[in-house]
């Protein structure tokens, strides 16, 4: 690039700069494209199946090695950040909403974000006619924590996120990758040194390493993306968490006074946070539409959340869960009875083994009737 262009490239950046903070977002940065620096990192990861069950990222593996390739031209990137932690201090209240990640219990971040890079794509558009624009908020084939590392919003942690010295790590990432030549921003210094504290509070041991998550082993893989039947012995180790998980988060010193959202959709509906784990359990398929109109919890569907609300219960391991619990072995899903069996026996006590042996007399589905059986064998082992 010659002189003037190099002047260009930085005017332009700037422009693209103000006009994202002005669609809305906290933070932007600017990235050139080109080859992922640690794209071995994705390799090997994919290789061990730290992927687990989320084969869609065995896909276009050649553009989130180098995002160049996302179009013909792709040149730059306008990277955002938008912060998620709610406003109000604590936890909120009642059994369920505090085991759900801070991200999800308000609107769904993935059409807030994405409207808003639409937005500030067809600025950019309009301004610099013929050039061509891409908006991603998780959509796309983009390592998005690295993407944004080089556009300066943050150095990756070991606990894989990526952290702001002042921000925290509660915050969402999006991009507009452009045919635009930017000037890009410079990257953010290491911000781990030492600390270790996130691979020590990670309960299920899914950092086994620093920079390295294995999904097998994490909350938020089974909690979020894993549909079907969660295998038993991971069952015990998802605590009551009930959508995703923070406590990799909620450990790392940059979180210790994190920045509030000014987003006001993010925070918790009135009308949601009425719901408990025994409501969620039971939920009926048009109260759970109504509830969860435009929650990223969806992702779960309600065949989910209901699995993962018995899975709760059964850790919690409190009394009051019974009834509910016992109710649901009659349910007509079969995932939701199996899940509610084994809830039961962890719970224990003699209205559990009662309510099992009674629905083992009636089960008609050989698989749901195994796990009652386990579930029996916990009192008479
Ligand atoms: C798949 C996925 C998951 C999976 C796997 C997570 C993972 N760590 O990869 C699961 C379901 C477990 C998950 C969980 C969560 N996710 Co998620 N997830 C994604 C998704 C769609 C792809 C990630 C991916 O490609 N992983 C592949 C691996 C190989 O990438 P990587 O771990 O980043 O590896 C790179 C670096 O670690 C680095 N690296 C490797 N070694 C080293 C060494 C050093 C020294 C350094 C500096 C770097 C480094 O190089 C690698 C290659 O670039 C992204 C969106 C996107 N398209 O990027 C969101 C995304 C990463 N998730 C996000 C969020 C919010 C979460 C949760 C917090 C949600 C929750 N509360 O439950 C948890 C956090 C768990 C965690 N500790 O990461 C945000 C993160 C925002 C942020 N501040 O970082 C993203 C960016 C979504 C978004 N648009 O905002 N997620
Ligand atoms: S999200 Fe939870 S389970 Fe997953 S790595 Fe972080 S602490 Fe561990
Ligand atoms: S807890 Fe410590 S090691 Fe982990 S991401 Fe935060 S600063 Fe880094």
């Known amino acids: 690039m010659g002189g003037e262009d190099l002047v260009n490239a930085a005017e332009t950046a700037e422009r693209l700069r103000n006009w994202a903070l002005e669609a809305g977002f906290d933070r932007v940065g600017v990235a050139r494209l080109g080859p992922v620096p640690r794209g071995g990192a994705l390799l090997k990861w994919l290789e061990r199946g730290d992927h687990a069950g989320m084969s869609y990222l065995e896909s276009r593996v050649e553009v989130r090695l180098d995002p160049r390739s996302a179009f013909e031209g792709a040149r730059s990137a306008v990277c955002v950040a938008l912060q998620y932690h709610p406003v109000a201090k604590g936890a909120p209240a009642g059994d369920l909403w505090p085991r759900v990640a801070r991200y999800a219990r308000g609107r769904d971040y993935h059409n807030v974000m994405t409207k808003r890079l639409r937005r500030l794509a067809r600025r950019v558009r309009e301004a610099f006619p013929g050039c061509r624009t891409k908006p991603y908020v998780d959509t796309g084939p983009v390592l998005e924590r690295d ?10 942690g070991k606990n894989t996120l990526l952290l702001h010295p002042e921000a925290g790590s509660y915050f969402l990432l999006g991009e507009l990758l ?11 210094a290491d911000l781990c040194g030492s ?5 020590e509070a990670c309960p299920t041991g899914a950092l086994p390493a620093p920079y390295r998550l294995d999904s097998r082993r994490c909350i938020s893989y089974w909690t979020i993306e894993h549909r079907g ?26 979180n210790e006074a994190p920045a509030a959202t000014a987003e006001t959709s993010f ?13 969620l359990l039971a939920i009926a398929e048009e109260d759970y539409q109504e509830a969860f109109r435009g929650s990223p919890m969806k992702r779960s569907r309600r065949d989910g959340l209901r699995r993962n609300a018995a899975v ?44 099992l042996r009674e629905a083992r007399a009636g089960e008609g589905d050989p698989a749901v009737g195994e796990e009652l059986e386990r579930a029996l064998e916990a009192f008479d082992p």
Not at 195 to 199: M, T
Not at 232 to 248: H, I, N, S, T
Not at 267 to 279: G, K, T, V
């Open 267 to 279: 925070e918790l509906p009135a009308e949601r946070s009425r719901l408990d784990l025994a409501a």
């Open 312 to 355: 709760a219960m059964g850790n919690r391991g409190e009394d009051r869960y019974v009834a509910p619990l016992a109710a649901a072995l009659a349910d007509g899903d079969p995932v939701i009875r199996s899940h509610a069996a084994w809830a039961l026996a962890r719970i224990g006590g003699a209205e559990a083994r009662r309510a």
């Open 195 to 199: 600390c270790s504290r996130c691979l």
């Open 229 to 254: 039947p969660i295998p038993r012995p991971m069952r015990a180790e998802l605590g009551d968490w009930v959508f995703g998980c923070d406590l990799c988060q909620e450990a790392c010193p940059v």
């Open 147 to 156: 993407l944004a590392a080089r556009a300066g919003l943050g150095a990756v």
């Open 178 to 188: 452009t045919s635009l030549d930017l000037a890009p921003d410079a990257p953010v």
